[in-house]
């Protein structure tokens, strides 16, 4: 099992610029999330899905759009980069049916906007 | 709402000290997870341990020991004799539920250790 990827590994965009990342898991995992971290400030969450064709907003979401068209899949996408959206973002899931189940972490795609 | 404070940013020990990590929470529920993840210099996230809040036995994982207390909102975290395979990015995290009753982790900032030899 490959687990939880993330495509691109590292990009640098410049402002108003548009890019979509891309999350993959092969645990048949029902929740999928997306975070951002950035320097003295954790991880925060930016949109989840709890399952296939269903997302919602986490704590920081403006400026990103999300979908999860295929269960193994959720897609984060920046329509015009900002400098402010420069920081390395990190896909995870969870098997979901309670809040004991860890979640799983992607290797993150460090993302720079100039 | 629900919070986690992890107050120390930075601890720089030398091999072979004991450390604790702290870690603070908040929350209104009665039933709620918590969690501790690794983040060596490589990136990657990795899970340490989850503790539920009915559950408020110590845990001892080799080097790695958890102290949870209810009574202070704490879920420390122990390593004895320190190595410099330790050095990382802490955090703490706690569960809650969003929408739709999906569970959702809010971290603390993380706390970093440096092992230094």
């Known amino acids: 099992n490959a687990g939880v990827t993330q495509t691109p590994k590292f990009r640098v965009l410049k402002t108003g610029q548009s890019m979509t990342l891309l999350c993959a898991q092969d645990?048949?995992?029902?929740?999928m999330y997306w975070y951002r971290q950035d320097p003295g400030m954790g991880l925060r969450l930016i949109h989840y899905?709890?399952?296939?064709?269903?997302?919602a907003k986490g704590e920081v979401p403006d400026g990103y759009n999300v979908s999860r068209l295929k269960k193994q899949n959720f897609l984060l996408g920046l329509e015009s980069a900002a400098p402010s959206q420069t920081s390395v973002y990190f896909c995870?899931?969870?098997?979901?049916?309670?809040?004991?189940?860890?979640?799983?972490f992607g290797p993150g795609t460090r993302l720079t906007v100039l | 709402a629900q919070k986690v404070t992890q107050a120390q940013t930075e601890i720089s020990v030398v091999e072979k000290e004991d450390v604790t990590l702290d870690c603070v929470y908040e929350?209104?529920?009665?039933?709620?997870?918590l969690f501790w993840y690794k983040q060596p210099p490589s990136g990657e996230l990795v899970f340490l341990i989850r503790?539920?809040?009915?559950?408020?036995q110590n845990e001892i994982s080799g080097r790695y020991s958890w102290n949870f207390q209810k009574s202070t909102s704490s879920f420390n975290f122990t390593i004895t004799a320190s190595q410099v395979v330790d050095s990382a990015v802490y955090f703490c995290?706690?569960?809650?539920?969003?929408?739709?009753?999906?569970?959702?982790?809010?971290f603390g900032k993380g706390t970093k250790l440096t092992v230094n030899p």
């Open positions: 645990m048949n995992h029902e929740y």
């Open positions: 995870a899931s969870t098997l979901g049916q309670g809040p004991y189940n860890e979640q799983f």
């Open positions: 929350t209104r529920d009665t039933t709620y997870y």
């Open positions: 503790r539920n809040s009915f559950d408020e």
């Open positions: 899905s709890v399952g296939e064709g269903t997302t």
């Open positions: 995290a706690l569960s809650e539920l969003g929408q739709g009753g999906s569970e959702k982790l809010v």
